[in-house]
């Protein structure tokens, strides 16, 4: 049982995943079926509970597919993602040095770590120090750099022992570096690319998330190029909104005959119904 | 803020000519119709009969639906019990499957009316019991929409006597289905299922009842959709979540799989 994502990348190869935003073990499925290497669930900014999160889990590992989170950098969220089986860990916002120390503390178990004695059924057939070894072989740690004292910290941040991957986010970038309203700025495109490059630079690895389209594969590309290894595609409401968006636009594009030339409807029509 | 409408909002657009665009939702989760209500779209087409949904999350995606005022349409058992449980949950819109003869049309309108017209047992959604019941009585019959799916042998030969039945507002058809029936399991383009589709479709417009086709959103479905429309058929469905991610993840892997690097 090895952590897909990780032995890929130590073979110099990319892992491809799905961002899951929807708490549904079906969306899991999707991914699986389609051949994706992991899923990313985010339970930091999405209402899951737990429960349906661990069947989300169980579904990946259905699949052989790492499953990886999004949580706050706290221990005892940190020991409840491990309990539930979780391979990958993205943690937001980390802000210096120390916090990064913190979040591989919790993953852990002492010495030098601080994660409690527990671990997902399907790992006690092994011997117990068997998965201690492996909980720090393949577990991967990945740091978000988002903010201001992130940017400042981070030559100190990709220097800490067990932090194995490094990404960022342009909203949160965007907003730290005063550009909220304008994330495609160049300022904050560079600082994404200056957080991405420092961590290649220092070897470590970097998770990007993009686009299925083929401007988003591009870019993919280019990354991969650099060097880097985890390739995330956008989040599936994202996917299925520009489908179900542009799919709308062209049907009511067609004329409909016996009723004259279809009311040009935009997507903004619900605010129409509701002055009626 | 103007009250959420209750007004069936797909029944109330094909009355006045217009095209209704939906989507059909095969995820047990409300997040999906909040996806369609973003878009814009006026219904939600979820399948609690081929998936497995719990009935308190059946019950939160309707609500989400009337949150967007979009119709909650639901694929139902024709079975008197869950048509009435499901309506109970404020579903303004059914599709029965399988449909095999006008009987069991008929008996899928007696579970969805209330006496004389049906068999409905009295009750009614929250969202409903602001008003009195004879208003609640009269909404029904205005505006719940009845959806009957042919897509078995048996539903073929008897589409003639089912398009008339009274109280049957919708005809719809499904290509998987369909080549089962027809003896070309899986074969959803086989020129049998494309013409018994057309005959279907064709034969419930001419009898003045509404259709419901779905498409998928590639360009050559659009097209399809899009010719339905010019058809008559005032409800166009968009393929389900499941169709759409599968096809934009394995685009995009089977691009980058093959990229070239070091």
Redesign the interface.
Known sequence: MHNRVKQLYSN?T?A?G?QI????S??V???G????DFVRFDPYH?TYNYETLEEMVRTAYSYNMTPWVRCRNDPWVIRAMLDMGIQGFTLPCISSAAEARAAVAAVRYPPPGLRESNRPSRFRSMPNVDHMDWVESDIIIGCAIENLEGLENLHEIVKVEGVDVISSGPGDLAAALGYAKDRSNPKVREAYDRVLGTALDAGRQVYLSTP?N?R??ER??RW??RGARV?N?EE??R???Q??????V???R??????GP??A??????KK???? | ??PI?LTN?VKQLYHD???A?G?HV????P??V????????DTVAIDPYH?HTKRETLENMIRCAYS??MTPWVRCRNDPWEIMTVLDMGAQALAIPKCSSAAEAAAAVAGMYYPPKGRRESNRPLRFQGMTSADYHDWTQTQLLLCICIENREGIENLGEIVKVDGVDVIATERGPLSVALGVSGNRQHLLVLETEKRILGTALEAGKQVAFTCP?TKDG?EE??LW??R?ARI?L?EA??R???R??????A???C?K??
């Open positions: 110099g990319p491809f799905a935003k929807l708490p549904t079906a969306s499925e999707v991914a079926q389609a051949g994706l999405w299925t083929p988003g594969r993919a590309q991969i190029e390739i595609f599936e409401y996917i299925l909104m489908e179900y968006g542009t799919a709308l062209h049907v009511q067609q004329p409909e005959p016996g009723s279809v009311e409807r935009s997507l903004g029509r619900s119904q509701e002055s009626k | 803020m103007n409408s909002r000519g217009k095209s665009f989507v095969k995820f047990p989760s997040s999906n909040d996806i369609a209500g973003v878009t814009g779209l998936w967007y005022g959103t659009l959709g899009s429309t010019e008559g166009l968009f979540e499941q759409v991610l599968m934009n993840y394995r685009e995009a892997l691009d980058l799989r990229a690097f070091d």
